[in-house]
Structure formats: structure tokens, C-alpha cells
């Protein structure tokens, strides 16, 4: 099937949202720049167009928030390169795109190094997608080291309380990822989570929760535990 214009699409997008979703993403922060559609139905425009770079490109200078989504759903991982990546980072204005973006990171070759960078950042958005890189890793990237996350863990230790907002629950996410790793690692995050104790976060309008990290952690060794 022939991948679509970015016009073309975008008019599709459009047509795809409902007042509904525009409701429920605001909520979440989009802004006001959407058409509101569902996951569903994006993942369903992802797949016909997967690895149209170009389209993607030109689906986030868009501007508006569907499109940008889409745009990390299908830009190829090989093809991007850091000033795209930094580029893109620039512009965002909200935790959903941040972690959509996030994701497609995860998928490139320089997924390590920007999460070194970014958990330095002293932006919001920046700095909670290093730290969900970082749970990436942990629970993806088998050639790291154990002490490669117990710096992390201190570092998680000494500044999740003083962190910004989504930085907070970025941070929580990696310590729970870094738990899940192996035996030893989960001890030595339970430990850390314990001294953490409860991770304050302003989820705003939504019904969104902060996962406890020791229950997390312990429910889901146990499950890992029962599965084998």
C-alpha cells in the first residue's frame, strides 16, 4: 500500500478524532493543537506508514499533537540522528509526547548515550525521558554492568525528593526497572526505595498514581518467581 502525503494524513487524523479524546489529552496536557485520536486508530496509520522518515519529519513540524505522536510511532530509529533527536526535544510541552518520544529513542543507537545525557538535564522533559531511558535500559541492555545501576540508584537516592515533577516519577520508574533486573539488584533497590519512601508527584487532572516502589518491585519478583 502507498505511505500517504503528510497532508493527506493529516486530514485522516483529523477526521479520526473526537471531542471525547480532545477532552481526556487536555487533561493530560496536549494543549489545544489536536484532533484527539485514539491510540487504536494511530497505531493502525503507524503500521501502514512504518519507517516513512521523511513523513515523519514533516508530521511533527506539524505542530499538532496526533501527528507528532505518529511521528515517533513511525520515523526509523536508524535514520535519526542527534540534532533530529534534540530538535524534537526541544519542542515538547508535555509528558504524553515526551514519553512518546522517549520511546522511539529507546529504539535507536544512541539510546544509552542520551539517557547519560538527559538525566543531567535541568528541564523537565529532558530529564524525565534520561530516566525512563535509564529503566530502558535496565530492563533491556544485558551487556551493562551491576554497578552501572547502583550509581544510578544513589544518584535516584540523593535527588528524587528535590527532582521536578515528572522527573520524580521518571526517577521512581527507573529504580522499580532497576529492582526487576536480577536478584541483586532488586535487594539493593528495595533498600533504596525503603529510604525514599513515598515519591510525591501533581498528576493534575488525571487519575494517573505514582507506583509505590517496594510493593512494585516485590509484586512483580514474585510473579517473575512464579512463572519459572
Not at 526509523?76 to 540522528?81: Q, V
Not at 530516566?131 to 551487556?143: F, P, T
Request: hydrophobic fraction near 40%; glycine fraction near 8%.
Amino acid at each position: 500500500m502507498a505511505v500517504m502525503a503528510s497532508t493527506d494524513l493529516l486530514r485522516e487524523l483529523e477526521s479520526l478524532g473526537t471531542e471525547q479524546n480532545r477532552k481526556i489529552y487536555r487533561r493530560h496536557g496536549a494543549g489545544d493543537n489536536l484532533y484527539g485520536v485514539s491510540f487504536a486508530n494511530l497505531k493502525v496509520l503507524a503500521k501502514k506508514n512504518k519507517g516513512n522518515h521523511q513523513l515523519a519529519l514533516e508530521l511533527w513540524d506539524s505542530g499538532n499533537a496526533d501527528a507528532r505522536i505518529l511521528a515517533t510511532m513511525i520515523a526509523d530509529p536508524k535514520l535519526a540522528d542527534n540534532a533530529m533527536i534534540e530538535r524534537w526535544a526541544s519542542d515538547l510541552t508535555n509528558y504524553g509526547l515526551a514519553d512518546a518520544l522517549e520511546g522511539f529513542v529507546a529504539r535507536t543507537p544512541m539510546a544509552r548515550e542520551k539517557a547519560e545525557a538527559w538525566i543531567k538535564s535541568d528541564e523537565e522533559w529532558r530529564g524525565s525521558m534520561g530516566w525512563q531511558l535509564v529503566g530502558q535500559l535496565a530492563m533491556g541492555d544485558k551487556d551493562l554492568p551491576d554497578d552501572y545501576f547502583e550509581r544510578h540508584l544513589q544518584t535516584i537516592e540523593r535527588g528524587i525528593h528535590s527532582a521536578k515533577n515528572r522527573v520524580r516519577y521518571s526517577m521512581n520508574g527507573a529504580m522499580i526497572a532497576i529492582g526487576l533486573r536480577n536478584d541483586r539488584l532488586r535487594e539493593k533497590a528495595l533498600v533504596v526505595a525503603e529510604k525514599v519512601g513515598k515519591v510525591e508527584v501533581d498528576h493534575g487532572e488525571t487519575g494517573c498514581k505514582t507506583p509505590d516502589a517496594v510493593t512494585y518491585i516485590l509484586k512483580a519478583s514474585a510473579r517473575s518467581q512464579g512463572k519459572k
